[in-house]
């Protein structure tokens, strides 16, 4: 089992900046893609940024040139740099990954597709 810990979320006034981690954890053998997601009440859940092992990137228009994504391959940490937020990005942000794991029990490896548990990041003066 791959567990997703988010963390860095709070409250900030609009124009300011935060920086979201992602700490993945359990049996991990790779992780291919990464992504924050977020989701404000009442809306659909939205692709904010993914990234892949190598490094490519991809940004939602809202955020694109506010927020860049990055990850550290040896520690299994997705970072979310966000910068000049707007009220309007308010929501609950969620990390996921997918990849491939092991299962000791059984001696076999095992495909991932893992969700963290979300952080709320609040943009209000």
């Known amino acids: 089992q791959v567990q997703l810990v988010e963390s860095g979320g709070g409250l900030v006034q609009p124009g300011g900046s935060l920086t979201l981690s992602c700490a993945a954890s359990g049996s991990i053998s790779s992780i291919y893609a990464m992504g924050w997601y977020r989701q404000a009440p009442g809306k659909q859940r939205e692709l904010v940024a993914s990234?892949?092992?190598?490094?490519?990137?991809d940004y939602s228009d809202s955020v694109k040139g506010r927020f860049a994504i990055s990850r550290d391959n040896a520690k299994n940490t997705l970072y979310l740099q966000m910068t000049s937020l707007k009220p309007e990005d308010t929501s609950v942000y969620y990390c996921?990954?997918?990849?491939?794991?092991?299962?000791?029990?059984?001696?076999?490896?095992?495909?991932?597709?893992?969700w963290g548990q979300g952080t709320q990041v609040t943009v209000s003066s």
């Open positions: 996921h990954a997918e990849g491939r794991a092991y299962n000791a029990n059984s001696g076999t490896y095992y495909r991932y597709d893992s």
């Open positions: 990234i892949t092992r190598g490094g490519n990137t």
